[in-house]
């Protein structure tokens, strides 16, 4: 039998083996937000700097301002309106991917774009975009008159659900990659038909892959600002432009800190109520 | 399930309605054809095997029955109507798939309860159902587990109960035993034997192992390269194989090239042999001779046989419950097998290396195979 190990034995064992993560953790996820949390509770100062008195002004002021009610209610909307469109164009995508025969060459196109800066790919839009663009060339052809479509909400859409469809694909794809086809043809033998046997036999498989590749799109496209900014002008201002105004001209990082704790708050309560409704395991399974 | 003792399946008393017909099928993929014009009739209460080496097509036919793929000729008839165009979801069939298929999200009772559920019936008459189910494969109290927590022997079980529950027409069963251990395959043999006999359900059980073929069946129909090259009696497959590939397939056979010389006697290398067949010969005829190793008698003084003929023994494979010998005559080598049961007789004598021995093939034990190409080798 082995001898109990000493206390310094022990320290020694935690720090080697859980040491590093943790270590990782500490740095660059706890430290962080504790900074941004301390902060969210400071002043500004007259030259833009952190200064006390510390209290709950920063909250209060985002709560009673219908206007940043207004901008985190818009964020949403359009996170989630862009993630639904994301996922009714990725679902097909991904399983038609995961049965095709040149599925290498498809998933490499669906990861392509990568290889180019998002601010690039952002602004190919506006090529697309703008008065004398692509899209207008196309329309003013049919002998239409030429649409204002820069800056518009239109546009956001478009580059969002461009831009976070490969964070949803990725993740549902690996998720169908795994799907014993036969357990279908299993469903039409027990007396399912077509639609049946994929919504009872496959569809559930697919659940864990469609939370995390919602959450992988869901998350930062409440958050961005880029896309809003370039394509949105002044007509669409989202939460993500806000904190970014805060910490930029406005020089307010104490208010900008406030609204990103509060939109941190908003994701961690819809992870919250994901993990309640599917139990224990639902968090393990999308992790 | 309890272990019971088995009649021969042999003696076993058939339906007169036919479950199963092909008239005609074939199945090309691409420029392959699969399966090539496959007729065959399964009987009512039959355990019928469809044996072949893979790629023989054998699983495509049964595909065609459970309604997966669809045959470019022929038709498919099952309980006497045209099914060749009617959807999986619509046949009285089931199938046990290879790998088992079963829904990895549901627990061991919502597999099973999964076919009853599409017929839309009554929860308690499915409840019901299950539990019968799950004392047929003998396991009880399994109901809440999920099939990533079973053994594969289990899973297997659990995808025939899956099946059977809907009582069908017909079972298909893919090569259900192939991803098991020997040992439990051998146990699931008998069981899977106990309950086509109780429940009396038509079985068609595809299958690349041929002792499993013969140890199950009521009849076999040989495959290769997508045809039928023999369809009969399990006895009659192994006692009477009317090709090389056949003789060769199943079990091992000794194939001797011949002429005939008179209707019932033909030269070899290994020199005259006379024959008991049905059909005579006609002079010239090149054929092939198949004898079973069990069925070559060795002895050491010249027995008063016919068929008879000296060899030296080249090789001795000592298997424990029998000595295997190779046997070399005229250029041709020969297996025997003889039981080791330490009895000095005329005829059960046991030999030593390079001793020179006197063999006889008994006329009877002697099959004649037409053609008398080589044939195909199954393991090639």
Known sequence: MREAATPWERLRQVLVTVGPGGLWLVLFVLIPTLVMLVASLMSRGSLGQLVPPLGLHNYVRFFSDPLFIEIIGRSLWIGFWSTVLIMLLGYPLAFYIAQSRYKEVLLLLVVIPFFTNFLIRVYAWIVVFQKEGLLNGLITAFGLPPAELLPSTFAVYVATVYTYLPFFVLPLYAAVERIDWSQLEAAYDLGARPIRAFWEAIFPQTVPGLFAGFLLVFIPAVGTFVIADLLGGGKVTLVGNLIQLQFGSAQNWAFGSAVSMVLMAMVLLGLWLYARTQGEKGLDKLV | ?380
């Open chain 2, 1 to 380: 399930m309890e272990p019971t003792l088995f009649r021969s399946r042999r003696e076993r008393k058939l339906g007169e309605h036919i479950a199963v017909r092909l008239e005609g099928v074939t199945k090309r993929f691409g420029d392959h054809k699969a399966v090539e014009d496959v007729n065959l009739e399964v009987r009512d209460g039959e355990f019928f095997s469809l044996l072949g080496p893979s790629g023989c097509g054998k699983t495509t036919l049964l595909r065609m029955i459970a309604g997966f793929e669809t045959p470019d000729e022929g038709r498919v008839i099952i309980g006497g109507k045209d099914m060749t165009q009617v959807p999986p979801y619509l046949r009285p069939v089931n199938t046990v798939f290879q790998n088992y298929a079963l829904f990895p999200h549901m627990t061991v009772e919502q597999n099973i309860a999964f076919g009853l559920r599409m017929k839309k019936m009554p929860r308690d008459e499915i409840a019901r159902r299950v539990q019968w189910a799950l004392e047929l494969i003998n396991l009880p109290g399994y109901e809440k587990r999920r099939p990533d927590q079973m053994s594969g022997g289990q899973r297997q079980r659990i995808a025939l109960a899956r099946a059977l529950v809907n009582e069908p027409e017909v079972l298909l069963l893919d090569e259900p035993l192939s991803a098991l251990d020997l040992k439990l395959r051998q146990e699931l043999r008998v069981d899977l034997m106990n309950l086509q006999e109780r429940l009396g359900i038509t079985f068609i059980f595809v299958t690349h192992d041929q002792e499993e073929a013969l140890v199950m069946s009521d009849r076999i129909a040989v495959m290769n390269k997508g045809r039928i090259e023999q369809l009969g009696p399990t006895e009659e497959i192994y006692e009477l194989p009317q090709t090389a590939f056949v003789a060769r397939f199943i079990g091992d056979s000794n194939l001797i090239p011949a002429q005939a010389i008179e209707p019932r006697k033909v030269k070899t290398a290994l020199g005259e042999f006379v024959l008991d067949d049905e059909d005579a010969l006609t002079p010239g005829q090149e054929v092939l001779l198949s004898i079973r190793p069990e069925k070559i008698r060795l002895f050491r003084e010249r027995p008063n046989l016919p068929n008879v003929f000296r060899a030296r023994v080249d090789d001795i494979i000592y298997t424990g419950s029998e000595n295997q010998y190779v046997l070399v005559a005229g250029g041709q080598r020969l297996m025997c097998e003889t039981l080791n049961h330490d009895i000095q007789e005329p005829g059960h004598e046991e030999f030593a290396y390079d001793e020179e021995v006197w063999v006889a093939l008994t006329p009877e034990k002697l099959v004649v195979i037409q053609g008398g190409s080589e044939g195909s080798d199954p393991y090639a």
